[in-house]
């Protein structure tokens, strides 16, 4: 079981850092591969935090999506 943290949805949603396109092939594996793949309500509740007060709200949706 991996757990997804809230970093990880940062790098998702965020802009081009270092270990995005990283973040995003490991993702992708990890799907491909169906690894079970866990987060909590805590996780998202640093989403909602982060992006608004960051006012970026617009980057809530995605991340959540993201996690679906």
């Known amino acids: ?3 997804i943290d809230s970093n990880i949805l940062k790098y998702l949603i965020g802009s081009e850092l270092p270990n995005k ?3 995003v092939l490991i ?3 990890l799907v491909r591969d169906e690894a079970p793949l ?3 309500a805590e ?3 640093e989403i909602l935090h982060r992006y608004t007060a ?3 709200r617009d980057a ?3 991340a959540y999506d ?3």
Do not use: H, K
């Open 21 to 23: 396109g990283r973040t």
């Open 43 to 45: 996780t998202l509740q």
């Open 38 to 40: 866990v987060t909590d």
């Open 60 to 62: 809530i949706q995605p």
């Open 27 to 29: 993702l992708e594996r």
């Open 54 to 56: 960051i006012v970026r």
């Open 1 to 3: 079981m991996i757990f």
């Open 66 to 68: 993201a996690l679906r």
